[in-house]
């Protein structure tokens, strides 16, 4: 498989599991895999696992490094879904094994990591034209965890 390099890489800290997470990400994903791992030694934080891999045929890095910097979020990974099984596919992932459901499409999966899980209508709905449909909509999904795309058309077409 001929690997692409990207400019822009995200880089994620663990606290210990940036394997664990990569191997994770690499399973729920397609085109997806863990390209690289090694371990440095003799760091300021010790022991540091630096491990390459790709999702969506992104590349990312992550690092095992200790409990210095905590995911919050701040910083979310959205991806856009163009059916409900889809959503209901990344949802059940990555909520599963101490995930958490957040509002909003918002969820962290077990790794405390922040995501957000659309329907890729979405983008249509909310943009600016007709200012009650946007109301609907976004009434409609205040009120959701995991987003219902028929319910969120039913909100924009004042169903």
Known sequence: MATIRHKLVPHLWFERQAREAAEFYASVFENSWVESSVTLEDTPSGS????????????????????????????????????????????????????????????????????????AVLDEMMQPGDPAALARITQAFLKMKKFDIAALVRAFEGR
């Open 48 to 119: 540091v696992e630096v491990v390459t891999f790709f999702v969506l045929g992104q590349e990312f890095q992550a690092i095992s490094a200790g409990p210095l910097v905590p995911f919050n979020e701040s910083i979310s990974f959205m991806v856009k879904c163009d059916t409900q099984q889809e959503i209901d596919y990344y949802w059940d992932k990555l909520t599963a094994d101490g995930g958490q459901e957040v509002e909003c499409g918002w969820l962290r999966d077990k790794f405390g990591l922040s995501w957000q899980i659309v329907p």
